[in-house]
């Protein structure tokens, strides 16, 4: 293990790929390793980049870490599937091996996939994004499909934003952008050859006009596929990183954000208690099954769970 | 609150949406009113309407239920929106306005928004299902975005899950549906003019190949805008319903589904506690701090907030 931490600040990536596998399996060496590194962390800025599947994230996300690459930072890549409970990982695909960056030395690519019903995502992302802060990365893209509560709270997490929008996925999608509007700091028109970019991308800057933030999202036509809108699109984060800085709204964010990173742990925690105190005796089946046959009624059954856990 | 009770048994709609509303506002008279009345529900059942964004859910959902209809059965309709947390209902809209079905009195139509950042959109939506079943709707469709956890949960709840598919959604929708694969009891391949409509029905076909239970999932090609597929979906239900029934899968199902409702139920009580603890005192707020400026660590947080809850 104390090799293990010693290779981790050597930039050893594949001390930080165990690392990270040991600390999702709760392996409490693992936790005491971050434990004892972590006040080495903290410097990495962390960019989630989020939209609907088949907006080209995955693209976009290599183009922009190759062209952060060209200012010989260190970067790491996270790609969190929402299909995970199911699947394994489905959607993102092993972006290990799906990504030509693998091979560079200053990057490191890690897939988060099923890390069980228990909504961990967030706790495993939270644990990957401190070990490669730790390892020493400048940059880490959190990369992620923008549907669901916990996709939702993982991009939250982020000091900036990007959500990555494409012409034409129907009404549904347009729908869907009035509640993400909120979280995007920055916003990517992808594919913006397509019919309609340019009504999609007026669309966003009319739902922006209503933003009451000191900082105004800027809406950037890219297509990522051909590299072009790259580089206006990483201006834009390191002026968002700076304005985070200098109006003090990053260091607030960053609590805020580690409140409820915190208090999903805590959550998961007790989940696992609680799931130990009610199977060992089967009396989460059996209290079910009453209810199922109306011998019993939801609110009674779980107030008779509370008080086996003790809590009131 | 007498009077709600009595008129929501003589089949008043308005009675039954004030209740809904009352017990999603957590009003212990709510409650109290769905304990004693709980034994006469269980007769509902339960069908789950789920697929991506721009798949045509809520059209088919309405023909679905305008077939039922012809039945003369009493039919609810709840729609789920997984984007309330943040915009109070935004990607299936205001459904009880945007349905004709709405002037039949057999019928109820229930918009679920904003429950906070809880994930109590399951709790709702149980609430909401045991209150329609109550009212003595013998059908009850779920309608939801089939992306994230939470959206998840509610369809596995279902008695039957309808898994509506689309041609041509890009390559992120196809890995999806090997997440989804295993919830739907029924596939649709809705807008089957579309180009691609019989390779998407084969390629679920060949996935569904793999499947090992005892009941094989059709896969229904549909135009629901045209009717077209309706009746023949309406059978599979029905198929379906019997067979849950014969084999004995749908008491089992309902179990679990209940044992899953259940947790849920209890997890969003402990976090409501969790919040009132740790608020009261700041507690969350000053260890955020101390960790994001590395004087603390996570572990160590975490920590700290269970001895705070007594909680081992």
């Known amino acids: 293990m104390e090799?293990?931490?010693?290779?981790l600040l050597n930039g050893n990536k594949r001390a930080a790929a165990r690392l990270i596998t040991l600390a999702e399996n709760g392996d409490p060496q693992a936790a005491n390793i971050i434990k004892d590194l972590y006040a080495k962390s903290g410097n990495a800025f962390v960019i989630g980049v989020t939209g609907p599947p088949g907006a080209g994230k995955s693209t976009l996300t290599d183009k922009l870490v190759k062209a952060?690459?060209?200012?010989?930072?260190?970067?790491g890549?996270?790609?969190?599937?929402?299909?995970?409970?199911?699947?394994?990982?489905a959607i993102l695909g092993d972006r290990v091996r799906m990504s030509d960056?693998?091979?560079?030395?200053?990057?490191?690519?890690?897939?988060?996939?099923?890390r069980g019903n228990l909504g961990g995502i967030s706790e495993a992302t939270g644990i990957a994004t401190d070990i490669l802060d730790i390892f020493g990365c400048d940059y880490i893209f959190i990369e992620t499909v923008g549907v669901g509560q916990s996709e939702i709270d993982i991009v939250k997490s982020c000091d900036t934003t990007l959500m990555v929008m494409v012409p034409g996925l129907g009404d549904d999608i347009q729908a869907l952008k009035a509640g993400i509007m909120e979280i995007g700091d920055i916003f990517v028109v992808n594919k913006a050859d397509r019919d309609g970019a340019r009504k999609t991308a007026r669309?966003?800057?009319?739902?922006?006009?209503?933003?009451?933030?000191?900082?105004?999202?800027?809406?950037?036509?890219?297509?990522?596929?051909?590299?072009?809108?790259?580089?206006?699109?990483?201006?834009?984060?390191?002026?968002?990183?700076?304005?985070?800085?200098?109006?003090?709204s990053g260091m607030n964010r960053r609590i805020e954000n580690k409140k409820n990173e915190l208090l999903s742990i805590v959550r998961e925690k007790i989940h696992k208690k609680l799931l130990e105190k009610t199977h060992d005796d089967k009396l989460l089946e059996l209290l079910s099954k009453e209810v199922v046959e109306r011998k019993n009624n939801p609110y009674s059954a779980v107030e008779t769970i509370l008080n086996r856990l003790n809590i009131k």
Chains 1, 2 share one sequence.
């Open 203 to 248: 669309e966003i800057g009319a739902m922006l006009s209503y933003k009451t933030s000191d900082w105004t999202p800027p809406v950037i036509m890219a297509e990522a596929v051909n590299s072009e809108g790259i580089n206006e699109i990483i201006e834009s984060i390191l002026n968002h990183k700076t304005y985070m800085k200098t109006s003090g």
């Open 68 to 75: 952060i690459r060209l200012k010989n930072k260190k970067v």
């Open 101 to 114: 960056l693998n091979t560079d030395s200053g990057v490191f690519i890690r897939s988060m996939g099923a």
């Open 77 to 89: 890549v996270i790609a969190v599937d929402p299909t995970s409970p199911f699947t394994g990982g």
């Open 3 to 7: 090799n293990i931490k010693e290779k």
